[in-house]
Each structure stands twice: as structure tokens, then as C-alpha cells.
């Protein structure tokens, strides 16, 4: 029986999809049986970020409503052989999902994979609801600026309220991935910085992912970051994987590299 | 703030004003996500006092000290 983990955050466009294409790649590579979901129903965007958007035959509406079977929806990656993708549908919508279709669908795919991965959509309506409500672990993307912490604080204050797991007395494991931190500006005290954001929002934290240009060029190819060894970012997200499986891993030193004046001037702090 | 900023009479960093305004902030939105039914009370009470008075709104705040969860209600029935 395997885990449903949902990778959530509130705020849109800090982030989900790309951290969810990565790790998704990254469980696969270390060994996972993998299915990567996209939730965010009339805006399907993980299918790019995966590079797997030619493919796609049916969706996950499709399988819910029965018009094909889960296997002829399912994809698999190109790459990592053990990951396996259903891509959000097209539909104008949004309300389409079906809670007791999605349970179905969902400890479906439990039986046969060790990892379901869910991207929820952005916002706090019944599409994240549907994202969430069976989840055993939630992934809280934030990046440190002031909107995201906020909505992240807030949907970190939903999830008990919309899970089963929280209404049998279990606790949905929580975790903060921080996102898109510039080491070089929380030096500088113009970002918050790793232990603000986490003494705000108050959870361990899993991770944290420096901003890189090399994202961008990752997702215009379609070929996620976390394949390129040197990048800290995908190192990052290889090290979130590892935490997912209970590993003990350090946390990236992100601290930018130190001038001379700098040096000097840390000796007094 | 370091040594050098004290020094040289740099003013508070951005990051330090947006943590403060974060955290007041979330204080207060925190305590109304734990009392989801706190705006329906609100207007059944007002529905109620309407009936007997000419007050237009009242004000219901909650907060928590250590154990206690407290609710406050706030009539205003006018100036004499």
C-alpha cells in the first residue's frame, strides 16, 4: 500500500508543478513505483514541465468518468521508467471532480504504486479540497515573500479541517518546502529568510530550493532540473527525496558566498 | 543587524519589517480560522439585538490566553 502525498501552497505560481515534476523524477530515480497527478483541472501544466504533453491520450476526468481505462490514461515518463503520469483534463469546469470518483480513483492508484504525488491547484476551493482530503503527507510550497507565507499559513490551517485522515484522529504529516530563496538578498535583509518563514508558518521544514535561472531553461525544454548534477537546485530537490523516504540527509549550506568586507564585518555580528 | 550596521546607523532591513507584519497579521487571522463559525454568530446575534434596538453592527472578537479561548462582544448602542 502506498503513501498519497499532495504538494500544495495556496498562492499560485510559487511553484507546485515544477517541485512536483522534480520530485516525482527524483522518488522514481531512487527506486519509487511513481504516479504524478495533475489536479488543477482547466489549467494542466505538469504535463509541459515533465516534457510528457505530446503524449497525452485521456485524462484524469476521463478515468473517473469511465471513459477509459486507468491504464490507457496513465503514462509513462520517458526516462525515469518507474514514474508514470495522469494528466489534469482541458475542461472549462473546474467543479467536474467528483469527491467520491477522486476516492476511488486515488486508493486505486494507492494498491498499485508506492508514491502518488498529487499537484493541487492553486487556491483553497473544492479542487484543492479534492487534492488534499485523502492525503497522508502535504508538501506546503512557500517562497519568502509576504503573500505566499501568508497563504501558505492559511492553508496549512485547512488541511486538518478537510482531511479523513484528521477526522480518524491521525495526523497528515506537514512539511514547508521554501522555494525560489536568493541567498544573496536574505544576507543582504531584503528577503525573509529560511527561520523566518519557518517560525512563521510554525512546521519542520523538508527543504528549501534556491532561485536559479537554470529552472526556467529546464522547463522550456521540458526536461525537469533535477536531472542536471551541478545545479544546487536539483540538489535541493534530490535531497527532498531522500527526507520523503526517511533518510537523514543535511540541509544545503545556501549561503552565498562571502566577499572580503563581508568576511570581515561576520566577525563582529 | 550586525556589528557594522549599528555602526553605521543603518535602518531596520526589509526582511525584519515584513516578519513583524507577517506574524501580527497571522495572529489575528489565525484565531479566526480556528472559530469558522464566528461570522454566522455574528449575524444571529445582530439579527437578535436588531429586534430590540437600532444598532446596526456589533462587534465580536476572539483571542486566546494560554488555556482559555475567550469570545467578545461589543454593543455600541449609541451616544446619549
Sequence with gaps: MGIIITVTSGKG????????????????????????IDFDI???????????ENRIVYDVVDVMEGRCNLSQALINDKKA???????????????????????????????????VLIDSPAGIESGFEHSIFL??????????????????????????????????????????????????????????????VLSILALPLIGVILDEEDIIGSTNMGIPIIYKEKSMAAEGYRRICKRILGEEVEF?????KKGFFKKISGIFK | M???????GKKSTSASVAKDRLTIMLSHERVNCKLPYLNDLK???????????????????????????????EITLGKK
Design chain 1, 13 to 36: 505560481g510559487v511553484g507546485k508543478s515544477t517541485t512536483t515534476a522534480n520530485l516525482a523524477v527524483g522518488l522514481a530515480n531512487l527506486g519509487q513505483k511513481v504516479v504524478a
Design chain 1, 252 to 256: 544545503l549550506d545556501i549561503h552565498a
Design chain 2, 43 to 73: 449575524n444571529d446575534i445582530l439579527k437578535v439585538i436588531k429586534k430590540y434596538t437600532s444598532v446596526s453592527d456589533v462587534k465580536i472578537t476572539s483571542s486566546n490566553n494560554q488555556n482559555l479561548d475567550v469570545i467578545e462582544l
Design chain 1, 81 to 115: 521508467k518507474s514514474l508514470y503520469f495522469l494528466p489534469a483534463s482541458q475542461t472549462k469546469d473546474k467543479d467536474v471532480l467528483d469527491r467520491e470518483k477522486v476516492k476511488k480513483l486515488l486508493l486505486g492508484l494507492k494498491k498499485s504504486f508506492d508514491i
Design chain 1, 135 to 196: 492525503a497522508d503527507r502535504a508538501l506546503i510550497i512557500s517562497t519568502p515573500d509576504v503573500s505566499s507565507v501568508r497563504d501558505a499559513d492559511r492553508v496549512i490551517g485547512i488541511i486538518d479541517a478537510k482531511s479523513e485522515k484528521a477526522k480518524e484522529g491521525k495526523d497528515v504529516e506537514k512539511h514547508v518546502i521554501i522555494n525560489r530563496i536568493k541567498p544573496s538578498m536574505v544576507d543582504a535583509g531584503n528577503m525573509l529568510s529560511t527561520e523566518d
Design chain 1, 42 to 52: 482547466g489549467l494542466r501544466n505538469l504535463d509541459m514541465i515533465l516534457g510528457l
Design chain 2, 2 to 8: 550586525s556589528f557594522f550596521d549599528k555602526l553605521f
